[in-house]
């Protein structure tokens, strides 16, 4: 499919901005959008200058919130290119999130097309600081104009950029997560495998409650016997049990993180022993007390790898290695930013240039 480019060149380049960039502030010059229309699929993709969209006050998604989307960064490396970190599998996972919303599929090839000329139009945009990136925003929302719940007939499909920094305050160091032990986020069945905003609208009380106590994330269990560990709001979990490095399984209620599968790769590279399985709360807690617990750390593009360093359990704070970094977590965040840099080789095929 020809990808029409409209070049914003009538009005100034947006400054990019200066000294820290945080995380989803600032987005560049240009957007990419396609239709999609039944009986006709997707067509007229285009890259237009970023701004305000045109939206039916009764459109469907504003009322039934058939959406989805996904998340992947574009990275400087030292000699100026620009590479993209697995973007196949961001094609899948939409693909994945798309049949469980009742949304049409996007050829993978075409997905990943599109993401690299939002890219490349937008490539004097991605920034050069060790640490930040280009954040890439898909996404997919029902556009018909009309009240009733069925499938929409009409799509847009939508790429934004965004220049960030690191995804938490804290950066690399160790993160202060709350166990939520009220609500819960998804259940098996539901729609908790999917990157859809229901599941983190549904997050955010619980992840109010967390920030009032001085937690940066919200950990959840699973809904029927609030006693398995599921994941982090924004992060997929890993624990290291003695010998063992074990990450819950993806039951249905877990969203398989691209970071999450790199990093059981890698692992199991270098010779650990890495177990997809249901870990109890109970468990780890007693991995604590007989300290057998050597590290925990969560996983997701945003922040790659964020080492845990305090678990808030039942109203009291539980350590985990000191609060410090864990040599493990030091190693997948050192070998993973560097494959995503171009720094260290890429024996695995992961990263695919840009320009």
């Given amino acids: 499919m020809k990808i029409e480019v409209h070049k914003q060149i009538s009005a100034p380049k947006k400054p990019k901005p200066e000294g820290e960039l945080g995380f989803g502030r600032y987005f560049t010059d240009h957007m990419l959008v396609m239709n999609y229309t039944e009986g006709k699929g997707w067509h007229d993709a285009r890259i237009v200058p970023y701004g305000p969209i045109s939206l039916d006050p009764s459109a469907m998604v504003l009322h039934y919130g058939q959406e989805v989307f996904e998340g992947l960064k574009a990275y400087r490396t030292a000699d100026g290119r620009i590479l993209l970190f697995r973007p196949e599998e961001n094609a899948r996972r939409m693909n994945v999130s798309n ?7 996007i050829d993978e090839e075409l997905w990943v097309h599109c993401v ?9 945009w991605v920034p050069y600081e060790e640490g930040t990136s280009l954040y890439i925003r898909p996404f997919v929302f029902a556009t018909d104009p009309f009240l009733g719940v069925r499938a929409s007939h009409t799509y847009l499909f939508m790429i934004i950029l965004s220049p960030v920094g690191s995804y938490y305050p804290e950066g690399i160091k160790p993160v202060k997560i709350y166990i939520e032990s ?4 998804a259940v098996k069945g539901g729609t908790g495998f999917a990157k859809c905003g229901g599941n983190y609208a549904a997050s955010i009380r619980s992840q109010m409650n967390a920030y009032a106590k001085g937690y940066t994330q919200v950990l959840w269990l699973d809904g029927v016997e609030r006693k398995y560990i599921e994941e982090v709001g924004t992060m997929n979990v890993f624990f290291q049990i003695g010998d063992e490095i074990v990450t819950p399984a993806l039951t249905g209620s877990v969203l398989g993180g691209i970071t999450r599968m790199s990093v059981i790769e890698l692992l199991r590279s270098w010779g650990y022993s890495v177990n997809e399985r249901l870990l109890s709360l109970e468990e780890v807690l007693q991995a604590a007390e007989t300290g057998r617990l050597v590290e925990a750390f969560g996983t997701g ?20 290695n000191e609060g410090k970094i864990g040599p493990l977590a030091q190693k997948l965040y050192d070998t993973i930013t560097g494959i995503q840099n171009g720094r260290i080789p890429d024996p695995f095929g992961w990263v695919v240039p840009v320009v």
């Fill in 99 to 105: 049949r469980r919303m009742c949304i049409p599929e």
């Fill in 301 to 320: 593009t945003a922040a790659v790898i964020s080492p845990i360093g305090e678990l808030y359990v039942d109203g009291r704070p539980m350590v985990i």
């Fill in 116 to 124: 690299k000329e939002a890219v490349s139009v937008d490539r004097d």
């Fill in 182 to 185: 009220e609500y819960v986020r």
